[in-house]
């Protein structure tokens, strides 16, 4: 098939990779406008644009993809199906009605569980054993849409939602190819959602991030590792914000109040609700990622020093 692929961070690399290599035609890329990074601020392609200026293919940049340029152009192409993979608009009808086969779409995790921009980060954070991907067919609702097919796929006890978003965008990319030659075989079949089991997950925000020294153990160590490597878990140290790697639940530790420090065997701990917990790498402002223990070395880390709580409200 003819297809214009709908993507814009690093993780739909795969899926464009996988189809690349099925035999289908990549005809365009559509991705979100050059935007600025870095201390310069210059702008920057996204990496499915990048991917695409590297193997001279066309890419379409619209701010919105209901821009009448935007729409013409599609037409023109006429693509029998369009491909998303974390385009990061809202696609209108208008849109969607262009491709013989509409725009399907690849969402990480069990639908109807977890629809929104961050499943895998909501999946880590409440504690899911299992999740997976879906393909489906993208409709003007909220990932509302049929399903053609599902995959799944362990959380596991150490998992950062970087860990988890990578096996799956990885296998995710093998489904997608999956249901695109179903399609051009004639024999995909989509199912409607289910009306149970319906879950949302809106985007992880920074004030999301904050790590919450009140709530038990368990619910700490979730959530830094749902906000590892983004949007980063942090939490306040003499004032100023602190970023923190995945930490690790211990148990038998010694009783301390919520945020109370503790250093102790060449390792730091925190307190919780319950149990303390080991941090792991600790980055303060303007300064590279360390060890806890050499963080606590660098900030002559004292008696009765803390991480501010942070609020479960």
């Known amino acids: 098939m003819r297809l214009i692929f709908a993507g814009t961070p690093e993780v739909a690399l795969p899926s464009l990779d996988a189809i690349a290599a099925s035999g289908h035609e990549i005809v365009a890329v559509l991705t979100r406008p050059d935007a600025p990074a870095g201390r310069g601020r210059r702008l920057v392609r996204s990496p499915v644009g990048a991917w695409a200026d590297e193997r001279g293919i066309e890419v379409l940049t619209p701010a919105r993809p209901r821009e009448e340029e935007f729409l013409a152009r599609l037409a023109d192409i006429a693509p029998d199906c369009v491909p998303v993979v974390a385009y990061g608009a809202l696609v209108p009808q208008v849109a969607l009605d262009v491709?013989?086969?509409?725009?399907i779409n690849l969402h990480f995790s069990l639908?109807?569980?977890?629809?929104?921009?961050a499943p895998v980060q909501h999946a880590v954070l409440h504690g899911d054993d299992m999740t997976g991907a879906s393909v489906f067919q993208l409709e003007a609702g909220l990932d509302t849409g049929p399903v053609f097919g599902t995959l799944t796929e362990t959380v596991r006890p150490t998992d950062t939602s970087g860990d988890l978003l990578g096996r799956l965008a990885v296998a995710g990319g093998g489904?997608?190819?999956?249901?695109?030659d179903a399609i051009a075989a004639g024999t995909a079949r989509a199912v409607?959602?289910?009306v149970d089991g319906i879950s949302l997950a809106p985007k992880v925000t920074v004030e999301d991030a904050q790590v919450r020294w009140d709530e038990p153990a368990f619910a700490v160590d979730r959530r830094v590792r749902a906000c590892t490597p983004a949007p980063g878990a942090w939490t306040e140290f003499r004032g100023e914000r602190v970023k923190l790697g995945p930490v690790t639940v211990v148990p038998d530790g010694p009783a301390l109040k919520p945020g109370d420090l503790l250093v102790a065997r060449n390792r730091v701990l925190c307190g919780t609700a319950t149990a303390p917990v080991a941090l792991g790498d600790v980055r303060a402002a303007g300064k590279k990622a360390m060890s806890a223990?050499?963080?606590?070395r660098g900030a002559r880390l004292g008696d009765a020093e803390r991480f501010e709580p942070g609020s479960t409200s």
């Open 175 to 180: 489904l997608l190819v999956a249901v695109l």
């Open 99 to 103: 491709p013989a086969h509409g725009w």
């Open 293 to 296: 223990a050499d963080w606590a």
């Open 111 to 117: 639908l109807p569980a977890w629809r929104g921009a």
């Open 192 to 194: 409607p959602q289910p």
